[in-house]
């Protein structure tokens, strides 16, 4: 009985200690590859991927020290059917569990990228290319007919409809997003941005929304000094009550595709419906993408009577009432 006792008690003994070596061991393949701060390594999960399959990748990348830990983590944590396709940025200072976790909750990477005020939809695809995000082409030909929100512009001659409704700012965008998805980023936040108040007091100037944007690219390309947009906003409104002409050289600009400084008579009589010397009224559609500023200085103008401006070399503007001022102001600022 007592030899029983001995052997079953060495058993036991034997049974513990392998455990503990095998516990020890998968310990040590959940520890982190290196304690060492690296750079982190982007690793791109495809859809589909099962955990094994998820688990070999990162163990090719060097990221985990065992598929079956990386498994058996992911089973433990009842994560093996919630891990998410994207790109990921890892690093080897990393536990096993800590990427388990991240792969999970879809902590995919992210790029930013940053939007000015007044950049228009072929600036915004240059960037786009430059900063790696995505194709600059393929972005340009989803925004001519992305119109998701009833309130874009669908006049005809409209370039892209997607032109005005990009929000400027910083945007944190997820590797991996496909350009249909960055242009529903951008215009949801436009969408955000745009709030019931200043719907509300588009209502209340008789403006659509679409209006209101298309007056607000003009305001963002032509002023340079903030002070300057509710006056400028406050010169187009009364043109336009007026049954006069815009004649923004801001339109001329975009026509051209570029920034001329000095516009020509030709220039001034290109034809196209953005041509606001030949065509009255407001262009089809935004010209810029307005930032916050400019967009209130449409839906709260200056209360003025001026019907013309023109900026000196500082970018400074200059307002008349009468045509023989303003050319005045002309002379004065061109010596």
Do not use: W
């Not at 859809?47 to 830990?69: C, F, Q, R, T, W």
């Not at 939809?121 to 992305?146: P, S």
């Not at 003009?218 to 007026?242: C, H, W, Y």
């Amino acid at each position: 009985m007592l030899c029983y006792l001995k052997n079953k008690f060495n058993c036991l003994l034997v049974v513990l200690v392998i455990f503990l070596l095998m516990g020890s061991i998968m310990f040590g393949m959940a520890k982190p590859v290196s304690l060492n701060l690296e750079d982190k390594t982007i690793v791109t999960i495809q859809p589909g991927m099962s955990a094994n399959d998820i688990g070999k990748l990162l163990y090719n990348e060097g990221m985990v020290k065992s598929i079956i830990m990386f498994r058996v983590i992911a089973k433990v944590y009842n994560m093996e059917s919630s891990l998410q396709a994207g790109e990921y940025a890892f690093s080897k200072n990393m536990t096993t569990e800590q990427i388990v976790k991240m792969i999970a909750q879809g902590q995919t990477a992210y790029r930013q990228i940053t939007i000015p005020e007044g950049y228009n939809i072929d600036q915004i695809a240059t960037l786009v290319e430059q900063q790696k995000i995505g194709d600059g082409k393929k972005f340009k030909e989803l925004a001519r007919n992305y119109a998701p929100y009833s309130y874009m512009s669908s006049a005809a001659g409209v370039t892209y409809k997607a032109e005005g409704y990009i929000f400027p700012n910083t945007y944190q965008v997820p590797r991996g997003t496909t350009e249909q998805q960055l242009l529903a980023i951008l215009v949801r936040e436009f969408d955000n941005q745009f709030t019931p108040g200043m719907r509300e007091r588009a209502s209340e100037l008789g403006l659509s929304t679409a209006e209101v944007i298309t007056l607000a690219s003009l305001v963002e390309k032509e002023a340079k000094l903030d002070g300057d947009r509710p006056v400028i906003a406050s010169v187009f409104l009364n043109r336009l009550k007026q049954d006069m002409p815009l004649q923004s050289c801001a339109t001329i600009q975009y026509i051209l595709g570029y920034p001329k400084v000095e516009l020509s008579i030709e220039d001034t009589q290109l034809e196209s419906s953005y041509n606001t010397y030949q065509h009255m009224g407001l262009p089809p559609g935004p010209i810029a993408n307005p930032g916050g500023a400019s967009i209130n200085a449409v839906l709260y103008p200056a209360e003025t009577d001026y019907l013309y401006f023109v900026a000196d070399k500082e970018g400074a503007h200059h307002y008349s009432r009468s045509y023989q001022e303003h050319l005045d102001f002309i002379d004065k600022v061109r010596i």
